[in-house]
T-cell receptor, first 112, second 110 residues
């Protein structure tokens, strides 16, 4: 997971609580992505950012907000957590040259 | 909703055999196609991507793309126990979006 860091690694929330997942990359990529992965499922795009200051919705944006205040950082916020948001969340850079792409280590979130 | 379909498996092959993983997609406009390996509890790792019809080889891995049939596959030659993982197929969509299949679980038996 060189180059992309995520915090926290684990989190347990109660329904209705809020939290922010942090992601940072040091590879100077313009684009960054937030995915969620549920058991037995592939990754689903929540939001992406094509450049600093811009964000766009992906497949499953409801219940989430994002912020891309600078090129390095892309945060994901749950304003009022619901059990349906129990998942593993990955931050990632886009695929690049020489078949490279970097994912963060993931945040394992449980909402009770 | 863009659809990417994979057989969930599990697929079991003996060590040294060829593992064949398949993926179909619904969007004829997709331009790029990706294969990832994901070990249990870990992040996905990009193995390779392909965007032209035909084959692309990288070591023991070969990706095959047939846009007319909307089909992409991954062959793993000389399979090793360390190849045991879930393999995810993904295709590009409009803008910067990517759509993933649910993955195929591969077990290589020593």
């Amino acid at each position: 997971n060189a180059g992309v860091t995520q915090t926290p690694k684990f989190q347990v929330l109660k329904t209705g609580q809020s939290m922010t997942l942090q992601c940072a990359q040091d590879m100077n990529h313009n684009s960054m992505y937030w995915y969620r992965q549920d058991p037995g499922m592939g990754l689903r795009l929540i939001y992406y950012s094509a450049s600093e200051g811009t964000t766009d919705k992906g497949e499953v944006p409801n219940g989430y907000n994002v912020s891309r205040l600078n090129k390095r950082e892309f945060s994901l916020r749950l304003e009022s957590a619901a059990p349906s948001q129990t998942s593993v969340y990955f931050c990632a850079t886009p695929p690049g040259a020489e078949d490279t792409q970097y994912f963060g280590p993931g945040t394992r979130l449980t909402v009770l | 909703q863009k659809e990417v379909e994979q057989n969930s498996g599990p697929l079991s092959v003996p060590e040294g055999a060829i593992a064949s993983l398949n993926c179909t997609y619904s969007d004829r406009g997709s331009q790029s196609f990706f294969w990832y390996r994901q070990y249990s509890g870990k992040s996905p790792e990009l193995i390779m991507f392909i965007y032209s019809n035909g084959d692309k080889e990288d070591g023991r891995f070969t990706a095959q793309l047939n846009k007319a049939s909307q089909y992409v596959s991954l062959l793993i030659r000389d399979s090793q126990p360390s190849d045991s993982a879930t393999y995810l197929c993904a295709v590009s969509g409009t803008g910067n979006q990517f759509y993933f299949g649910t993955g195929t679980s591969l077990t290589v038996i020593p």
